[in-house]
């Protein structure tokens, strides 16, 4: 049963490459953290996205307003590195905030997790 469990992450984690290419593609977002802070406060975030080497204090700020934005927070498995490639870019991304999706349903499928 281990590797079955391993082959479904594995799916779940490029399943969201492939949402976030779409969003890209299709919908409206914004890069960076002091965008994705406005986002928050202006309260046109629907999704946020992380990296997974975000720093403790930046990473705890936005979780802080994305409770009182009540947005959803993802957590991405792989380094800032990876989150720029799947976004498409060739610079590193920290934070991503969605605002609207597009054709993606990138947002059902985590609600739905």
Do not use: Q, W
Request: proline share 4%.
């Amino acid at each position: 049963m281990p590797p079955a469990s391993k082959k479904a992450a594995k799916k779940t984690g490029e399943g969201i490459n492939a949402k976030l290419t779409l969003v890209m593609k299709s919908g409206k977002y914004t890069l960076g953290y002091k965008s994705t802070l406005k986002a928050l406060r202006s309260g046109k975030a629907k999704l946020v996205i992380l990296a997974s080497n975000t720093p403790p204090l930046r990473k705890s700020e936005i979780e802080y307003y994305a409770l009182l934005s009540k947005t959803l927070v993802e957590h991405y498995k792989g380094d800032n590195h990876a989150l720029g490639t799947a976004c498409g870019k060739y610079f590193r991304v920290c934070s991503l905030a969605i605002t609207e999706a597009g054709d993606s349903d990138i947002i059902r499928s985590l609600t739905a997790e």
